[in-house]
């Protein structure tokens, strides 16, 4: 197949990469500059994913797209917004497939998306969730947990904490669950639904074997880091929640009300995916072992 990724240069967007070449899959990615990083077969075209006159025509001649692009925090001063980036760029790129005569679409959601939910990321998700099960495209969309690997957001920044600090601040009694699955693991579903009729219209819930509450997820990646028992700050939810509003537009700090709730309410799934993807995802320690060192 040829396939059109947007938001293919991100974190997960290498391993997907890496994945589909493996497949023997010709990729054409939609990028804001080129660049020589990138492996020379995957083709590139400029242009912005929020402004369809950029990159619609670059659709043609393909047989799928995927659509990665996503952030985890508001910056609206840049531009960088949920409705914007999750919202209206998802209804650009399936007016783009449709226009083009393109009907399989793979779209990156995230665990925890639902109609009622209590983050505005999440909700946002869901939007564009709906935009593409009301589309005439032949989807499957997949709502994976935390995702970690060697250039991870969420694994390497605590790993960075823990070598800095004597203690390791944590929001609330830090006992809400966490299923971390690795990059590679999402790729690798990725890559197979395009090859299974099965997974159309359908919406996975991808996380990991090791259901993890928060205290442990710590101890985990203190023990690989050489430190065996990690010293925590416990901070109160009701306090947070009283002071990162004031706080959280400013850039340098580290956390937003929205973060907080989708942490506390906890990400975790069945694992039912398994049943249909028939592989056994890689356990949270040996993974980040791989490229987490003391």
Not at 229 to 239: A, G, R, Y
């Amino acid at each position: 197949m040829k396939i059109f990724i947007s938001g293919g240069t991100g974190f997960i967007g290498g391993h997907l990469r890496k994945a589909l070449l493996a497949r023997g899959h010709t990729l054409r990615l939609l990028v804001h500059r080129r660049s020589e990083s990138l492996e020379p077969e995957v083709e590139q075209v400029e242009g912005d994913v929020t402004i369809p006159i950029t990159f619609a025509k670059a659709l043609e001649g393909c047989d799928a797209t995927i659509n990665l692009v996503g952030i985890i925090r508001e910056f609206p001063g840049r531009g960088m917004t949920f409705e914007h980036l999750h919202v209206e760029a998802t209804r650009n790129m399936v007016d783009a497939a449709e226009g083009a005569g393109i009907r399989r679409h793979l779209q990156m959601s995230a665990l925890g998306t639902r109609p009622n939910a209590v983050s505005n990321y999440h909700k946002s998700k869901y939007c564009a969730e709906q935009i593409v099960r009301t589309s005439g495209l032949d989807f499957t969309i997949f709502r994976p947990s935390i995702v970690f690997g060697p250039k991870d957001d969420f694994v390497n920044k605590l790993a960075r904490y823990i070598r800095t600090y004597p203690m390791m601040p944590v929001i609330g009694d830090g006992k809400y669950r966490l299923q971390p699955i690795s990059a590679d693991d999402v790729a690798r579903c990725f890559a197979l639904a395009l090859e299974m009729p099965e997974t159309v219209g359908k919406t996975f819930e991808l996380c990991g074997p090791d259901r993890l509450p928060y205290n442990e997820l710590l101890d985990t990646i203190g023990k690989i880091l050489g430190k065996p028992k990690i010293s925590k700050l416990p901070n109160p939810l009701c306090i947070m929640k009283l002071v990162v509003p004031l706080l959280q537009w400013l850039p340098f700090f580290p956390i937003t009300m929205d973060q907080i709730l989708m942490l506390v309410e906890e990400n975790i799934c069945d694992g039912k995916w398994r049943e249909t993807f028939g592989f056994e995802p890689e356990r949270f320690e040996p993974g980040i072992a791989k490229y987490l060192h003391p």
